[in-house]
T-cell receptor
Framework: AQTVTQSQPEMSVQEAETVTLSCTYD???????LFWYKQPPSRQMILVIR??????QNATENRFSVNFQKAAKSFSLKISDSQLGDTAMYFC???????????FGAGTRLTVKP | DGGITQSPKYLFRKEGQNVTLSCEQN?????MYWYRQDPGQGLRLIYY???????QKGDIAEGYSVSREKKESFPLTVTSAQKNPTAFYLC??????????????FGDGTRLSIL
């Protein structure tokens, strides 16, 4: 079974600074997708960014970008120009191309300080 | 607007009682999921269903049961066999097999507590 590891339980960053959240995963599959979700205090799960494993180009969504290293099975999230509204739990998730069994990491609690 | 509706938002269970959490979606998605989230932790998969009348156990299925009689509905029953049911439960859906690049859509969750 696939596993997803987020090694940073908590992180903080000053407003307007840049922060990187780490995620590694373990799989024997070659075709899969990776996601970052944000869960603010409201507990809604909000999709931040997605990456297809067959694409070498790193995904970017406004202030959010990823560093996808397929060989190293690493999928980090970079948040630029951090805003107070970015304060939330961030979850890394993996799903195989062949099924719908999505796996989540344990999460990183990010606090953006004014 | 299409989405996922979970009810109730808060639920209390007495000792020895079974309770059922509702999850309805109008997104025409084939796949539906139930996750459990404990304080400060990630999501753990309880059950998922890829099509009607079919479902698979996730990592922590013991003490839970599900049904998928309709595409739109995927209720979760927390049985008396689940000794530590206090948690936040999230339901999700996605388009289905072969469309794994589509993200899961989540409901707003149900918080279950023991009386």
């Amino acid at each position: 079974a696939q596993t997803v590891t987020q090694s940073q339980p908590e992180m903080s960053v000053q407003e307007a600074e840049t922060v990187t959240l780490s995620c590694t995963y373990d799989t024997s599959e070659n075709n899969y997708y990776l996601f970052w979700y944000k869960q603010p205090p409201s507990r809604q799960m909000i999709l931040v960014i997605r990456q297809e494993a067959y694409k070498q180009q790193n995904a970017t969504e406004n202030r959010f970008s990823v560093n996808f290293q397929k060989a190293a099975k690493s999928f980090s999230l970079k948040i630029s120009d951090s805003q107070l509204g970015d304060t939330a739990m961030y979850f890394c998730a993996f799903i195989s191309y062949n099924n719908n069994d999505m796996r989540f990491g344990a999460g990183t609690r990010l606090t953006v300080k004014p | 607007d299409g989405g996922i509706t979970q009810s109730p938002k808060y639920l209390f269970r007495k000792e020895g009682q079974n309770v059922t959490l509702s999850c309805e979606q109008n997104l025409n998605h084939d796949a539906m999921y139930w996750y459990r989230q404990d304080p400060g932790q990630g999501l753990r998969l309880i059950y998922y269903s890829q099509i009607v009348n079919d479902f698979q156990k996730g990592d922590i299925a013991e003490g839970y049961s599900v049904s998928r009689e309709k595409k739109e509905s995927f209720p979760l029953t927390v049985t008396s066999a689940q000794k530590n049911p206090t948690a936040f439960y999230l339901c999700a859906s996605s388009p289905g097999p072969g469309l794994s690049n589509q993200p899961q859509h989540f409901g707003d969750g149900t918080r279950l507590s023991i009386l």
